[in-house]
Protein backbone atom coordinates (compact mmCIF):
# COMPACT_ATOMS: atom_id res chain seq x y z
CA UNK A 1 0.00 0.00 0.00
CA UNK A 2 1.10 3.16 -1.05
CA UNK A 3 1.16 6.05 0.72
CA UNK A 4 0.86 9.39 -1.16
CA UNK A 5 1.73 11.73 1.74
CA UNK A 6 5.73 10.59 0.67
CA UNK A 7 7.28 12.88 -1.68
CA UNK A 8 9.25 11.83 -4.98
CA UNK A 9 13.01 12.89 -3.04
CA UNK A 10 12.24 9.44 -0.43
CA UNK A 11 11.90 7.58 -3.48
CA UNK A 12 14.97 9.05 -4.83
CA UNK A 13 16.33 8.03 -1.81
CA UNK A 14 15.11 4.35 -1.93
CA UNK A 15 16.96 3.83 -4.98
CA UNK A 16 20.36 5.30 -4.03
CA UNK A 17 19.74 3.15 -0.58
CA UNK A 18 19.31 -0.14 -2.32
CA UNK A 19 22.46 0.10 -4.46
CA UNK A 20 24.56 0.91 -1.30
CA UNK A 21 23.15 -2.04 0.77
CA UNK A 22 23.32 -4.83 -2.08
CA UNK A 23 27.18 -3.16 -2.58
CA UNK A 24 27.88 -3.62 1.14
CA UNK A 25 26.21 -7.44 1.64
CA UNK A 26 28.18 -8.09 -1.56
CA UNK A 27 31.25 -6.74 -0.08
CA UNK A 28 30.82 -8.93 3.26
CA UNK A 29 30.30 -11.84 1.55
CA UNK A 30 33.14 -11.16 -1.15
CA UNK A 31 35.66 -10.89 2.11
CA UNK A 32 34.52 -13.25 4.10
CA UNK A 33 34.66 -15.80 0.99
CA UNK A 34 38.24 -14.70 0.06
CA UNK A 35 39.28 -14.40 3.82
CA UNK A 36 38.63 -18.82 4.28
CA UNK A 37 39.40 -19.52 1.17
CA UNK A 38 43.23 -18.12 2.02
CA UNK A 39 43.24 -19.14 5.63
CA UNK A 40 40.58 -22.07 5.99
CA UNK A 41 40.25 -20.49 9.70
CA UNK A 42 37.46 -20.07 11.74
CA UNK A 43 39.69 -17.70 13.42
CA UNK A 44 40.60 -15.77 10.84
CA UNK A 45 36.87 -14.99 9.65
CA UNK A 46 36.72 -14.06 13.51
CA UNK A 47 39.02 -11.72 12.65
CA UNK A 48 37.29 -9.62 9.92
CA UNK A 49 34.76 -9.03 12.40
CA UNK A 50 37.20 -7.63 15.15
CA UNK A 51 38.85 -5.21 12.07
CA UNK A 52 35.45 -3.74 11.50
CA UNK A 53 34.45 -3.06 14.96
CA UNK A 54 38.15 -0.94 15.84
CA UNK A 55 37.28 2.36 13.68
CA UNK A 56 33.60 2.01 14.20
CA UNK A 57 33.50 1.97 18.06
CA UNK A 58 36.09 4.48 18.28
CA UNK A 59 34.61 6.85 14.57
CA UNK A 60 30.99 6.55 15.01
CA UNK A 61 30.30 9.24 17.81
CA UNK A 62 32.05 11.60 16.10
CA UNK A 63 30.01 10.71 12.73
CA UNK A 64 26.55 11.29 14.61
CA UNK A 65 28.21 14.70 15.78
CA UNK A 66 29.12 15.60 12.54
CA UNK A 67 26.00 14.46 10.92
CA UNK A 68 23.69 16.64 13.31
CA UNK A 69 26.28 19.76 12.19
CA UNK A 70 26.70 19.34 8.47
CA UNK A 71 24.28 18.43 5.88
CA UNK A 72 23.79 14.89 6.06
CA UNK A 73 23.48 14.09 2.03
CA UNK A 74 27.27 15.88 1.37
CA UNK A 75 28.62 13.71 4.59
CA UNK A 76 26.82 10.41 2.81
CA UNK A 77 28.37 11.27 -0.46
CA UNK A 78 32.27 12.18 1.09
CA UNK A 79 32.18 9.05 2.36
CA UNK A 80 31.16 6.73 -0.52
CA UNK A 81 34.44 7.81 -2.12
CA UNK A 82 36.66 5.84 -0.16
CA UNK A 83 33.79 3.08 -0.54
CA UNK A 84 34.47 3.33 -4.36
CA UNK A 85 38.15 3.30 -4.07
CA UNK A 86 38.64 0.19 -1.75
CA UNK A 87 36.61 -1.76 -4.47
CA UNK A 88 38.65 -0.84 -7.08
CA UNK A 89 41.95 -1.26 -5.37
CA UNK A 90 40.76 -5.28 -4.51
CA UNK A 91 40.05 -5.76 -8.00
CA UNK A 92 42.82 -4.43 -9.04
CA UNK A 93 45.01 -6.90 -6.67
CA UNK A 94 43.02 -9.72 -6.61
CA UNK A 95 43.72 -9.39 -10.80
CA UNK A 96 47.20 -9.36 -10.23
CA UNK A 97 47.47 -12.02 -8.16
CA UNK A 98 48.84 -9.80 -5.00
CA UNK A 99 46.40 -10.55 -2.71
CA UNK A 100 46.97 -11.30 1.15
CA UNK A 101 45.03 -11.69 4.68
CA UNK A 102 46.36 -8.17 5.22
CA UNK A 103 45.37 -6.83 2.15
CA UNK A 104 41.89 -8.00 2.77
CA UNK A 105 42.26 -7.19 6.70
CA UNK A 106 43.36 -3.17 5.45
CA UNK A 107 40.22 -2.66 3.18
CA UNK A 108 37.89 -4.15 5.73
CA UNK A 109 38.96 -1.26 8.16
CA UNK A 110 39.05 1.56 5.44
CA UNK A 111 35.32 0.29 4.64
CA UNK A 112 34.40 0.45 8.51
CA UNK A 113 36.11 3.98 8.87
CA UNK A 114 33.90 5.17 6.14
CA UNK A 115 30.48 3.32 7.46
CA UNK A 116 31.14 4.94 10.61
CA UNK A 117 30.21 8.63 9.13
CA UNK A 118 27.85 7.28 6.13
CA UNK A 119 25.63 5.21 8.78
CA UNK A 120 24.66 8.09 11.42
CA UNK A 121 24.05 10.21 8.54
CA UNK A 122 22.04 7.87 6.74
CA UNK A 123 19.79 6.58 9.66
CA UNK A 124 19.54 10.48 10.72
CA UNK A 125 18.13 11.76 7.45
CA UNK A 126 15.35 9.48 6.55
CA UNK A 127 12.95 11.17 9.17
CA UNK A 128 13.63 14.53 6.99
CA UNK A 129 12.83 13.14 3.97
CA UNK A 130 8.81 12.79 4.63
CA UNK A 131 6.13 14.14 7.11
CA UNK A 132 6.59 12.76 10.36
CA UNK A 133 3.29 11.79 10.63
CA UNK A 134 3.92 8.95 7.23
CA UNK A 135 7.10 8.06 8.68
CA UNK A 136 6.03 4.58 10.50
CA UNK A 137 4.96 3.75 6.40
CA UNK A 138 8.32 5.11 5.55
CA UNK A 139 10.29 2.82 7.50
CA UNK A 140 8.50 0.33 5.99
CA UNK A 141 9.48 0.95 2.59
CA UNK A 142 13.08 1.69 3.75
CA UNK A 143 13.24 -1.60 5.42
CA UNK A 144 11.86 -3.41 2.27
CA UNK A 145 14.19 -2.06 -0.29
CA UNK A 146 17.29 -2.74 2.61
CA UNK A 147 15.50 -6.42 2.79
CA UNK A 148 15.55 -6.40 -0.92
CA UNK A 149 19.37 -5.54 -1.44
CA UNK A 150 20.62 -7.69 1.25
CA UNK A 151 19.10 -10.48 -0.49
CA UNK A 152 20.69 -9.39 -3.82
CA UNK A 153 23.61 -8.59 -2.49
CA UNK A 154 25.29 -12.04 -1.55
CA UNK A 155 23.40 -13.95 -3.71
CA UNK A 156 25.02 -12.27 -6.53
CA UNK A 157 28.25 -12.33 -4.85
CA UNK A 158 27.91 -16.49 -5.06
CA UNK A 159 27.16 -16.27 -8.61
CA UNK A 160 29.85 -13.78 -8.97
CA UNK A 161 32.33 -15.94 -7.35
CA UNK A 162 31.66 -19.00 -9.27
CA UNK A 163 31.55 -17.46 -12.80
CA UNK A 164 34.51 -15.08 -12.54
CA UNK A 165 36.37 -15.12 -9.47
CA UNK A 166 36.14 -12.89 -6.42
CA UNK A 167 37.71 -9.87 -8.62
CA UNK A 168 34.67 -9.83 -10.02
CA UNK A 169 32.90 -9.46 -6.98
CA UNK A 170 34.64 -6.28 -6.59
CA UNK A 171 33.98 -4.40 -9.53
CA UNK A 172 30.56 -5.18 -9.04
CA UNK A 173 30.58 -3.88 -5.63
CA UNK A 174 32.70 -0.77 -6.71
CA UNK A 175 29.90 -0.38 -9.77
CA UNK A 176 27.50 -0.46 -7.07
CA UNK A 177 28.76 2.40 -4.91
CA UNK A 178 29.47 4.60 -7.61
CA UNK A 179 25.37 4.22 -8.67
CA UNK A 180 24.72 5.34 -4.99
CA UNK A 181 27.11 8.07 -4.98
CA UNK A 182 24.81 9.50 -8.18
CA UNK A 183 20.91 8.76 -6.86
CA UNK A 184 22.75 11.05 -3.38
CA UNK A 185 22.74 13.80 -5.64
CA UNK A 186 19.20 13.88 -6.10
CA UNK A 187 18.07 13.77 -3.02
CA UNK A 188 16.75 16.63 -0.94
CA UNK A 189 14.97 16.64 2.54
CA UNK A 190 11.72 18.20 2.43
CA UNK A 191 12.32 19.93 5.81
CA UNK A 192 15.29 20.91 7.63
CA UNK A 193 15.04 23.33 10.70
CA UNK A 194 18.46 21.82 12.61
CA UNK A 195 20.46 24.64 13.91
CA UNK A 196 23.96 23.81 13.39
CA UNK A 197 26.62 23.97 15.50
CA UNK A 198 30.56 22.26 15.23
CA UNK A 199 30.85 18.99 16.41
CA UNK A 200 32.23 18.95 19.90
CA UNK A 201 32.90 16.65 23.00
CA UNK A 202 30.06 18.25 24.49
CA UNK A 203 27.62 17.57 21.28
CA UNK A 204 28.54 13.94 21.59
CA UNK A 205 27.87 13.53 25.58
CA UNK A 206 24.70 15.03 24.75
CA UNK A 207 23.40 12.37 22.32
CA UNK A 208 25.10 9.43 24.77
CA UNK A 209 23.01 11.21 27.77
CA UNK A 210 19.72 10.71 25.89
CA UNK A 211 20.17 7.38 25.44
CA UNK A 212 21.26 6.63 28.43
CA UNK A 213 18.53 8.40 30.08
CA UNK A 214 15.53 7.17 27.95
CA UNK A 215 15.19 3.46 28.43
CA UNK A 216 13.14 2.39 25.37
CA UNK A 217 15.74 3.99 23.42
CA UNK A 218 18.07 1.66 25.45
CA UNK A 219 16.54 -1.11 25.46
CA UNK A 220 15.97 -1.40 22.21
CA UNK A 221 19.82 -0.94 20.87
CA UNK A 222 20.53 -3.25 23.92
CA UNK A 223 18.07 -6.39 22.88
CA UNK A 224 19.44 -6.03 19.46
CA UNK A 225 22.93 -5.44 20.11
CA UNK A 226 23.01 -8.78 22.63
CA UNK A 227 20.75 -10.96 20.77
CA UNK A 228 22.75 -10.49 17.72
CA UNK A 229 25.96 -10.96 19.31
CA UNK A 230 24.95 -14.36 20.79
CA UNK A 231 22.59 -15.10 17.60
CA UNK A 232 24.51 -14.56 14.51
CA UNK A 233 25.86 -17.25 12.22
CA UNK A 234 26.70 -15.27 9.41
CA UNK A 235 30.31 -15.35 9.87
CA UNK A 236 30.38 -19.18 9.92
CA UNK A 237 28.40 -19.86 6.76
CA UNK A 238 31.66 -20.55 4.61
CA UNK A 239 32.42 -23.19 6.66
CA UNK A 240 28.73 -24.71 6.58
CA UNK A 241 28.73 -24.22 2.61
CA UNK A 242 32.11 -25.90 2.22
CA UNK A 243 32.39 -28.36 5.12
CA UNK A 244 28.92 -29.26 6.65
CA UNK A 245 26.34 -28.51 4.09
CA UNK A 246 29.20 -29.55 1.23
CA UNK A 247 27.10 -26.85 -1.09
CA UNK A 248 30.33 -24.58 -2.64
CA UNK A 249 30.20 -20.84 -3.92
CA UNK A 250 27.23 -21.31 -5.22
CA UNK A 251 25.39 -22.81 -2.53
CA UNK A 252 27.05 -20.10 0.10
CA UNK A 253 25.56 -17.40 -2.19
CA UNK A 254 21.91 -18.70 -1.54
CA UNK A 255 22.80 -19.16 2.20
CA UNK A 256 24.02 -16.20 2.59
CA UNK A 257 21.14 -14.58 0.93
CA UNK A 258 18.13 -17.06 2.48
CA UNK A 259 18.03 -14.60 5.79
CA UNK A 260 17.63 -11.64 3.36
CA UNK A 261 15.24 -13.02 1.25
CA UNK A 262 12.92 -14.03 4.52
CA UNK A 263 13.46 -10.70 5.46
CA UNK A 264 12.29 -9.37 2.09
CA UNK A 265 8.67 -11.79 1.94
CA UNK A 266 8.19 -10.37 5.90
CA UNK A 267 9.27 -6.84 4.58
CA UNK A 268 6.29 -7.13 2.09
CA UNK A 269 3.77 -8.52 4.61
CA UNK A 270 4.57 -5.53 6.32
CA UNK A 271 4.26 -3.15 3.76
CA UNK A 272 0.88 -4.05 2.76
CA UNK A 273 -1.35 -4.40 6.40
CA UNK A 274 -1.84 -1.66 8.13
CA UNK A 275 1.00 -0.19 10.91
CA UNK A 276 1.84 -2.21 13.85
CA UNK A 277 0.83 -0.65 17.01
CA UNK A 278 1.78 -2.66 19.83
CA UNK A 279 5.52 -2.33 18.72
CA UNK A 280 7.13 -3.50 22.30
CA UNK A 281 5.64 -6.59 22.38
CA UNK A 282 6.08 -7.90 18.69
CA UNK A 283 9.95 -6.77 18.71
CA UNK A 284 10.06 -9.15 21.76
CA UNK A 285 8.02 -11.77 20.11
CA UNK A 286 10.13 -11.37 16.54
CA UNK A 287 13.83 -11.60 18.50
CA UNK A 288 12.74 -15.26 20.23
CA UNK A 289 11.66 -16.42 16.88
CA UNK A 290 15.38 -15.10 15.59
CA UNK A 291 17.17 -17.17 18.34
CA UNK A 292 14.79 -19.95 17.92
CA UNK A 293 15.49 -20.45 13.80
CA UNK A 294 18.87 -20.00 14.72
CA UNK A 295 19.13 -23.34 16.88
CA UNK A 296 17.38 -25.12 14.00
CA UNK A 297 20.01 -23.54 11.29
CA UNK A 298 22.92 -24.64 13.59
CA UNK A 299 21.85 -28.02 14.43
CA UNK A 300 20.62 -28.96 10.62
CA UNK A 301 22.76 -31.22 8.25
CA UNK A 302 19.96 -30.60 5.59
CA UNK A 303 20.82 -27.76 2.99
CA UNK A 304 16.73 -27.10 2.33
CA UNK A 305 15.89 -26.93 6.15
CA UNK A 306 19.11 -25.07 6.92
CA UNK A 307 18.20 -22.13 3.95
CA UNK A 308 14.51 -22.60 5.48
CA UNK A 309 15.64 -22.21 9.02
CA UNK A 310 17.85 -18.86 8.37
CA UNK A 311 14.78 -17.47 6.08
CA UNK A 312 12.54 -17.69 8.85
CA UNK A 313 15.69 -15.94 11.03
CA UNK A 314 15.86 -13.30 8.86
CA UNK A 315 11.60 -12.88 8.49
CA UNK A 316 11.74 -12.35 12.61
CA UNK A 317 15.08 -10.05 11.86
CA UNK A 318 12.77 -7.85 9.52
CA UNK A 319 10.42 -7.20 11.74
CA UNK A 320 12.74 -6.59 14.84
CA UNK A 321 14.45 -4.19 12.57
CA UNK A 322 10.82 -2.61 11.86
CA UNK A 323 9.83 -1.64 15.01
CA UNK A 324 13.11 -0.93 16.84
CA UNK A 325 13.71 1.93 13.96
CA UNK A 326 10.33 3.21 14.41
CA UNK A 327 10.73 3.35 18.22
CA UNK A 328 14.05 4.58 18.02
CA UNK A 329 13.58 7.48 15.77
CA UNK A 330 10.18 8.77 16.80
CA UNK A 331 11.44 9.31 20.41
CA UNK A 332 14.53 11.12 19.36
CA UNK A 333 14.31 14.89 18.74
CA UNK A 334 15.44 15.90 15.14
CA UNK A 335 18.81 17.53 16.34
CA UNK A 336 19.52 14.70 17.98
CA UNK A 337 18.66 12.28 15.66
CA UNK A 338 22.29 12.24 14.11
CA UNK A 339 24.00 11.52 17.52
CA UNK A 340 21.20 8.95 18.84
CA UNK A 341 21.98 7.24 15.52
CA UNK A 342 25.77 7.10 15.96
CA UNK A 343 25.05 5.50 19.41
CA UNK A 344 22.67 2.97 17.75
CA UNK A 345 24.92 2.08 14.86
CA UNK A 346 27.43 1.37 17.84
CA UNK A 347 25.19 -1.49 19.35
CA UNK A 348 24.71 -2.26 15.61
CA UNK A 349 28.16 -2.80 14.72
CA UNK A 350 29.26 -4.13 17.57
CA UNK A 351 26.38 -6.73 17.68
CA UNK A 352 27.37 -8.03 14.10
CA UNK A 353 30.80 -7.52 14.41
CA UNK A 354 31.52 -8.82 18.11
CA UNK A 355 28.73 -11.20 17.18
CA UNK A 356 31.26 -12.44 13.90
CA UNK A 357 34.41 -12.19 16.85
CA UNK A 358 32.66 -14.32 19.37
CA UNK A 359 31.19 -17.43 16.36
CA UNK A 360 34.85 -17.50 14.98
CA UNK A 361 36.44 -17.93 18.07
CA UNK A 362 34.07 -20.31 19.82
CA UNK A 363 33.88 -21.86 16.21
CA UNK A 364 37.30 -22.34 16.36
CA UNK A 365 38.34 -23.50 20.19
CA UNK A 366 34.93 -26.18 20.06
CA UNK A 367 33.33 -26.42 16.34
CA UNK A 368 30.62 -24.36 14.20
CA UNK A 369 27.57 -26.55 15.22
CA UNK A 370 28.20 -25.46 18.83
CA UNK A 371 28.96 -21.56 18.57
CA UNK A 372 25.83 -21.18 16.58
CA UNK A 373 23.41 -23.25 18.43
CA UNK A 374 24.85 -22.04 21.90
CA UNK A 375 24.46 -18.57 20.65
CA UNK A 376 20.66 -19.25 19.57
CA UNK A 377 19.96 -20.05 22.86
CA UNK A 378 21.80 -17.19 24.08
CA UNK A 379 19.60 -15.38 22.32
CA UNK A 380 16.19 -16.53 23.76
CA UNK A 381 17.91 -15.75 27.56
CA UNK A 382 18.20 -12.20 26.71
CA UNK A 383 14.89 -11.68 25.48
CA UNK A 384 13.73 -13.10 28.70
CA UNK A 385 16.07 -10.61 30.75
CA UNK A 386 15.23 -7.28 28.91
CA UNK A 387 11.56 -8.25 29.40
CA UNK A 388 12.13 -8.48 32.58
CA UNK A 389 13.94 -5.54 33.49
CA UNK A 390 12.82 -3.07 30.78
CA UNK A 391 9.16 -3.68 31.39
CA UNK A 392 7.99 -0.01 29.76
CA UNK A 393 9.46 -0.88 26.44
CA UNK A 394 7.55 -4.49 26.70
CA UNK A 395 4.46 -2.42 26.99
CA UNK A 396 5.23 0.04 24.27
CA UNK A 397 2.51 1.06 21.82
CA UNK A 398 2.60 3.21 19.20
CA UNK A 399 0.78 6.32 19.38
CA UNK A 400 -2.26 7.89 16.66
CA UNK A 401 -0.29 10.01 14.04
Known amino acids: MIDARIPRTFWIYLGSRFCAAAGMTMFRAAIAWHVFHIS ?5 LGLVGLVQFVPAASLTLVGGAVADAYDRT ?9 LIACGALLWIATTREAVSLWVLYAAVFSVAVSFSFDSPARQALVPSLVPLEAFPRAVTYSSTA ?4 FATGPAVAGVAIAAGGVRLAYALYAGLVALNLVGLGFVRPVRDTLERRAPSLQAVREGLSFVRGHPLVLGCMALDMFAVIFGGA ?3 LPIYATQILQVGARGYGILSSSLEIGALISAFVMMVRPTVSNTGRTLFTAVAVYGTATVVFGLSRSFPLSVAAYMVAGMADQVSVVMRQT ?4 STPDPLRGRVSAVNMIFIVASNQLGAVESGFVAAATSATFSVVSGGLGCLAVVALVAWKIPELRR ?3 APA
Open 234 to 236: TAL
Open 327 to 330: TIQL
Open 396 to 398: YRL
Open 74 to 82: TVMRLAQLP
Open 40 to 44: QSAFY
Open 146 to 149: QALA
